[in-house]
């Protein structure tokens, strides 16, 4: 069994920051793929970085620059630094892995979401 933790949403003003944490816990063989997604109220769930374990990372367009995704792959372990925050990111962000349980055994799961709100 893998489980995704999520940690560090919240309330935030505009142009504040937020942290957020995604840890992977049970029977891990290896972790590839971390990424974020959100999904506001009413809209598709949206990529938001991604970060292979080599420490590749990609982000969407409208976070560049503002948002910094990074990994500790020792603690299985994906943050998210949301800088400049704006009322737009308001969402819940959920983390995203794709972990192997063995090496023959590669799955995709998904964090329960954590809420960030952005006031204006």
């Known amino acids: 069994q893998v489980q995704l933790l999520e940690s560090g949403g919240g309330l935030v003003q505009s142009g504040g920051s937020l942290r957020l944490s995604c840890v992977a816990s049970?029977?891990?063989?290896?972790?590839?793929?971390m990424g974020w997604y959100r999904q506001a109220p009413g809209m598709q769930r949206e990529l938001v970085a991604t970060?292979?374990?080599?420490?590749?990372?990609n982000y969407a367009d409208n976070v560049k620059g503002r948002f910094t995704i990074s990994r500790d792959n020792a603690k299985n372990t994906v943050y998210l630094q949301m800088n400049s925050l704006k009322p737009e990111d308001t969402a819940v962000y959920y983390c995203?892995?794709?972990?192997?349980?063995?090496?023959?055994?590669?799955?995709?799961?998904w964090g329960q979401g954590t809420q960030v709100t952005v006031s204006s």
């Open positions: 995203n892995a794709v972990i192997g349980r063995a090496a023959w055994d590669t799955r995709d799961y």
């Open positions: 049970g029977s891990i063989f290896s972790t590839y793929f």
């Open positions: 970060c292979t374990r080599g420490g590749s990372t």
